[in-house]
């Protein structure tokens, strides 16, 4: 990871299986180092979400809803708006989640979206710290991040998270039924041909199982810090 002179911003990379919290310390991240979110994770969803909505079926029909869709940043630059609207838990049901893990295998989709990824984490980085969330943004999108994370925990603890944030939301359903969601993305996310779950070699680790959000986005931020603080001083 090397950080580029002269500039202002830089880049965040934050992987890692689904129900770890990284949405949740992505966002809290940038707020914290006053920078903007991307949930790359949010744009495959959306593809599930408007594909649904269009009667996608085939690779060439969701590859055409990803083309089709704009993303851009919310007025506090903490959520992703998508053709405008802020889509927020309508992106969580059980049903767009399963269907975005299918849909993320599909090469035309991958790369489509992984050069507008590229795109808006470029842009975005020469003026703010920019916090890329997903499952290949270290490995793939960015493998030269100025900094990189790998956020995970127990799977059970992953699929009672989940479950609350569903049961706040006030959809009906089971614990078990979450905890299996979760196993056969993990499964699918891990083995799929292209841009597979990966820990970067380079990545900083973070298990959340036993740690406080607030605990986890001090951790990083302090290592973010005291990397930017050396990085002065020796350019």
């Known amino acids: 990871m090397q950080k580029k002179k002269n500039k202002k911003g830089y880049i965040i990379a934050i992987d890692g299986p689904a129900g770890a919290g990284k949405s949740t310390v992505s966002r809290m991240l940038a707020e914290e180092l006053k920078g903007m979110l991307l949930d790359t994770g949010a744009m495959y969803r959306s593809v599930a979400y408007f594909g649904l909505k269009e009667g996608a079926k085939t690779e060439d029909d ?5 083309r089709s869709l704009k993303f851009d940043p919310s007025h506090d630059r903490a959520h992703l708006l998508v053709n405008g609207e802020d889509l927020g838990l309508k992106l969580r049901t059980p049903k767009v989640s399963s269907l975005a893990s299918s849909v993320s295998r599909y090469k035309t989709v991958r790369d489509t979206l992984t050069r507008r990824q590229r795109a808006l984490g ?7 710290p920019v916090v890329l969330e997903g499952r290949d943004i270290g490995t793939v999108v960015f493998p030269k991040a100025d900094y990189k994370f790998y956020v995970t925990a127990d799977p059970k603890i992953r ?3 989940r479950f609350k944030q569903l049961q706040k939301a006030g959809a009906k359903t089971k614990l078990s039924d979450i905890l299996k969601q979760n196993q056969e993305r993990d499964e699918q996310d891990s083995n799929r041909k292209h841009a597979p779950l990966r820990c970067a070699v380079d990545a900083v680790v973070v298990d959340t199982s036993r740690m406080g959000i607030v605990q986890v986005v001090k951790f990083m931020a302090e290592h973010i810090r005291a990397h930017e603080t050396l990085t002065n001083i020796q350019g």
């Open 122 to 128: 470029r842009s975005w980085s020469k003026k703010f």
């Open 62 to 66: 969701f590859a055409h809803t990803a």
């Open 159 to 161: 699929a009672m998270r």
